[in-house]
């Protein structure tokens, strides 16, 4: 009697799709000192990444030109990248392309000063583009300040924690997604 190997017909399919990774722009936005720039770059897998816009500005520059965007790549799952664009001061013109293009904008609110924030909630809210409300110093009482509708979704953040911010690019796509599915 002969042994005989046992090969399956075919191989196993992989576990990640094949094919390019699905790429989603983001926005991170909010008021004077909110921390955007620590935010993107505790993300980043490699920031400063010249994306497709101007006023492309290195985070690693130890100069800040506040009328530029700041860039960083994030890999969330093997067929998921966002690429960050931290707004300049002030909020983007109305008619950037970015805004027509981005998937969503989380913006930093500093719940110790809820006013400098509000003209940023107001700028998304206005545009239409889905949005989340990473509270920061969540140790202050925020919701009964915010200006917004009980549909934003807010969830707290330490923008320089990559654990944190991670956690809210995550809460945004997953509100983003089930506020689009039917």
């Given at each position: 009697m002969t042994a005989r190997l046992l090969t399956p017909a075919r191989p196993a399919a992989p576990a990640v799709p094949a094919g390019p990774a699905l790429t989603a722009k983001i926005i991170v936005a909010g008021g004077p000192g909110t921390d955007r720039r620590a935010f993107v770059r505790a993300v980043a897998d490699a920031p400063g990444v010249p994306l497709a816009y101007p006023?492309?500005?290195?985070?690693?520059?130890?100069?800040?030109?506040?009328?530029?965007?700041?860039?960083?790549?994030?890999?969330?799952?093997?067929?998921?990248?966002?690429?960050?664009?931290?707004?300049?001061?002030?909020?983007?013109?109305?008619?950037?392309?970015?805004?027509?293009?981005?998937?969503?904008?989380?913006?930093?609110?500093?719940?110790?000063?809820?006013?400098?924030?509000?003209?940023?909630?107001?700028?998304?809210?206005?545009?239409?583009?889905?949005?989340?409300v990473a509270l920061t110093h969540t140790h202050h009482p925020a919701r009964p300040a915010l200006p917004l509708y009980d549909a934003v979704p807010t969830t707290p953040c330490v923008p320089s924690d990559p654990s944190s911010a991670r956690t809210t690019l995550l809460a945004l796509l997953q509100a983003n997604v089930v506020a689009t599915t039917p």
């Open positions: 006023r492309h500005c290195a985070l690693s520059s130890p100069t800040r030109d506040p009328s530029c965007w700041e860039t960083a790549r994030v890999t969330l799952a093997p067929s998921l990248v966002v690429d960050l664009y931290a707004t300049p001061e002030p909020l983007p013109a109305a008619d950037s392309p970015l805004l027509a293009e981005a998937l969503g904008a989380v913006i930093l609110f500093d719940t110790r000063r809820p006013r400098r924030h509000t003209p940023a909630l107001d700028f998304f809210e206005d545009h239409g583009l889905a949005h989340l």
